[in-house]
């Protein structure tokens, strides 16, 4: 019987020592069909000493069920519950922001990991909005469940992230995200959705004084073009115009 292996596999040949004996092992490619519930898939693999080993991210992205990252030099593995009539989803999470996984939108309690590793515990700010402040996306990345819902990812790195129907859904101050779109604001790195931004931040009331020009909350940015202050993160759709604003401002 053939065995079946997760692993990773590095390099061309494995030498295995024990005792002062060695034992040396060819690496050939995986020669079997895979299939995944009754659906051929092309997985690459490798066959070592009978075993086939396959890389862990290529099976989270067929099976799903799991999710695998790299932080801090450190391999992470999520994985979700499936979810059930059961299961509570009261208990605070802990999300790795930006990292695609099955799991519900964030709540006030919950840990969100940054990519440089500093934990931020969420909460309310002063419009009662999640995360307002805090320097975090929190639904970056989610995956809502449901029948006519659709996955939260971000979809272009310098702008907008999310637009779509997700069902019935609620965001943190328990309004439906149906037909929202999910906004990051690239200099301070805080997202929220459509509706969450239009609390948090309104548009300044006197005009910039410089082209590129920040607001004081820096959710604005004065165009010199067109006169007038436009949203940090539409503005920010653009990679040149991010560098401009971060430039002109003295953060780069």
Same mark, same amino acid.
């Given at each position: 019987m053939k065995r079946f292996t997760l692993g990773f596999v590095i390099g061309g040949v494995i030498c295995s020592a024990l005792t002062g004996f060695a034992v040396e092992y060819a690496i050939t490619a995986n020669p079997f069909p895979i299939r995944v519930d009754g659906a051929e898939r092309s997985i690459e693999g490798y066959n070592i000493n009978d075993s086939t080993y396959f890389k862990l991210r290529d099976i989270a992205d067929a099976v799903g069920g799991f999710t695998v990252g790299f932080t801090n030099n450190t391999i992470t593995i999520s994985t979700q519950a499936e979810p059930s009539e059961t299961a509570?989803?009261?208990?605070?999470?802990?999300?790795?922001?930006?990292?695609?996984?099955?799991?519900?939108?964030?709540? #006030? $309690?919950?840990?969100?990991?940054?990519?440089?590793?500093t934990a931020v515990v969420l909460k309310k700010g002063p419009h009662g909005v999640l995360g307002e402040g805090q320097g975090v996306a929190p639904d970056l990345g989610v995956t809502v469940t449901g029948v006519g819902n659709t996955t939260v990812t971000m979809t272009n790195v310098t702008g907008l992230v999310f637009s779509g129907d997700v069902g019935d859904e609620v965001d943190s101050t328990g309004m439906t995200v149906n037909?929202?779109?999910?906004?990051?604001?690239?200099?301070?790195? #805080? $997202?929220?959705?459509?509706?969450d931004w239009m609390v948090i931040t309104s548009v300044p009331t006197t005009p910039g004084e410089f082209a590129d020009q920040l607001s004081e909350d820096k959710n604005w940015v004065w165009s010199g073009t067109l006169q007038s202050w436009m949203q940090v993160s539409a503005q920010a759709m653009y990679p040149e115009a991010l560098d401009r604003v971060l430039a002109a401002n003295g953060l780069k």
């Open positions: 509570s989803t009261d208990e605070p999470i802990t999300i790795h922001e930006g990292e695609v996984s099955q799991r519900r939108f964030a709540r #006030e $309690g919950d840990t969100v990991i940054k990519a440089d590793g037909n929202q779109s999910y906004y990051v604001n690239l200099v301070t790195g #805080e $997202g929220h959705w459509g509706r």
